[in-house]
């Protein structure tokens, strides 16, 4: 069953040599995609069950594919749903990253996501500045809360969420959360290309390693840009080289991220945005933020978050490939 819709896959595990300490491998379907998961323990527990049950549990709050989901009914115009734990955190989340951007990231663009065909629904045949004005009524966090009963309140009941930008980071965070009730220390998670980490690899004794995909990898031919070394933080990537959609009457590329000020579908300079936050979730936010701000807004930003690190893609003018990273993120690149 197809879940939820996310960010292109530009991040891929590196499975290490095995040596004296063996670490438990675990790989399943989540999300719409696949994971990866290695770790050490010495319990033996039905972790594949717990798992399950966490991607369950996100999937019934906040995925729009799930009919009966929660979002999926606050999006129908259900104002007596009270929302768990994870909806409050995923909204939490989305508040920050939007405050802090200035409204470049905003979990309301869904209708517009929906006009542009990279939602659940049919795109609009047209899309002229006299509709996406029409639409943008109806894009705005300002316009929705949380109320102290649990309900959502929106502003018009067109408004429609679409935390997919987030919502994968989160639920590898839940996925995080879960091995260490379990006593886990050290592990790593790979889903979807998105990364989270605990402890170090004791099979290597050294932090985990990951790779970042070229921005002109192949699917089927994969190869890196670089390498970094991650202790208890996340990893997420966003990009619009593969995720596009192309308007079968007029040619015109939609690309995958969208600005939520304007209601544009256009390319921004950046082309592929890779972070590092301390949870899976701001890595995942911060990642699709980038895309829509451009190079020259996203150092101003980075500039006033010390717990994000960043490795942007870029055109020059001559339009070759750069590459801007903090120097956080250089500190962290493999040698």
């Not at 409204?103 to 899309?127: C, E, H, M, Q, S």
Request: charged share 25%.
């Amino acid at each position: 069953m197809k879940k939820l819709l996310f960010i292109p896959v530009l991040l891929l595990f590196i499975f290490c040599e095995k040596k004296e300490s063996q670490p438990l491998l675990l790989q399943g379907d989540a999300f719409g995609t696949t994971y990866n998961i290695q770790f050490y323990t010495e319990k033996e527990i039905d972790f594949k069950k717990g798992l399950d049950s966490v991607i369950e549990a996100v999937n019934t709050s906040v995925s729009t594919y799930i009919p009966d989901s929660d979002i999926s009914k606050v999006n129908k115009g259900d104002s007596t749903v009270v929302v768990d734990s994870i909806f409050r955190e995923v909204f939490k989340i989305s508040e920050e990253v939007n405050k802090k951007t200035n409204g470049y990231f905003d979990p309301t663009i869904g209708v517009l996501r929906n006009a542009y065909g990279f939602g659940d629904v049919k795109p609009l045949k047209n899309i002229d500045r006299t509709t996406l004005d029409s639409l943008m009524k109806y894009v705005g966090f300002k316009k929705v809360k949380i109320n102290n009963d649990g309900t959502v309140s929106k502003e018009y009941l067109q408004i429609y969420f679409d935390f997919n930008a987030v919502a994968k980071g989160f639920g590898i965070d839940c996925l995080g959360r879960y091995l260490e009730s379990k006593g886990v220390t050290d592990y790593l998670i790979e889903l979807g290309g998105e990364i989270l980490t605990k402890g170090e690899n004791i099979q290597k004794n050294q932090k985990w390693v990951v790779g970042i995909e070229a921005v002109d990898s192949e699917l089927e031919d994969r190869s890196f840009e670089a390498t970094v070394n991650l202790k208890n933080e996340g990893m997420a990537s966003s990009g619009n080289y593969r995720k596009f959609r192309i308007d079968s009457l007029t040619g015109k590329k939609y690309v995958h991220t969208l600005n939520p000020l304007t209601g544009s579908a256009e390319k921004s300079d950046v082309t592929s945005s890779t972070v590092i936050a301390p949870t899976c979730g701001v890595a995942d936010a911060y990642a699709t933020s980038f895309m829509a701000l451009g190079l020259d807004k996203s150092k101003e930003l980075l500039k006033n978050l010390p717990n994000v690190e960043a490795y942007l893609t870029y055109n020059d003018s001559l339009n070759n490939h750069q590459v801007f990273m903090t120097e956080g993120f250089k500190q962290r690149i493999s040698k």
